[in-house]
């Protein structure tokens, strides 16, 4: 298999899993997209070329919000990928603080990969916020996640300059757009 049918299947299969879903920016946005800007930024503002690491950007949502499970995963994608999805999926049996407090102290302590997909979803997330953040979201609340991703990412630094460089942009776009917003 070439790496652009991996990386296609894994497309296709986050696309499969995450089709009834939506963000809940104020259009609800497809939750695809999200997935496929993590991956475009790993490869576009990172330089990654790992195609074990893109295909995880791709899937790093699946187990924690569909009904895939980690052994579907590694039969469809193979063991690094399932591992690596694994690293960067939350108990969602845990309470919402549990879950937050655990990224925190876990960041510093997984892969490498991990931390640059961590790096990159985080940007992601901030991109959105500050741009169409979820219409339920207090403006505490969204002052509340720079402040929480700015703890996560602190424990994922020193793996790629380029997506911490453009990580901190984002923050400060998103706290900037957000100070307007009040």
Known sequence: MTQTTALLRAASFAAT??????RKDPEASPYINHPLAVAQLLATVGGV????????????D????TETTAEELEREFGAEVRVLVEEVTDDMSLP?????????ERAPH???????????DHASNL?????????????????SYV???????AGCRGVNAALEAHYDEAVK?????LARQV
């Not at 919402?96 to 925190?104: D, G, L, S, T």
């Not at 490498?112 to 990159?120: C, E, S, V």
């Not at 991109?127 to 002052?143: C, H």
């Open 110 to 120: 997984v892969s490498p990969r991990a931390q640059q997909l961590k790096i990159a």
């Open 147 to 153: 402040a929480w991703s700015l703890q996560v990412i």
């Open 62 to 65: 699946t187990i924690e919000d």
């Open 127 to 143: 991109d959105d916020l500050g741009l169409d953040a979820p219409v339920t979201w207090s403006m505490e609340k969204r002052n």
């Open 49 to 60: 070329t790992d195609v074990v690491l893109l295909q995880a950007a791709l899937l790093h």
């Open 96 to 104: 919402r603080a549990e879950r937050k407090r655990r990224q925190i």
């Open 173 to 177: 776009r998103a706290k900037s757009r």
């Open 17 to 22: 899993k995450h089709r009834r879903q939506r």
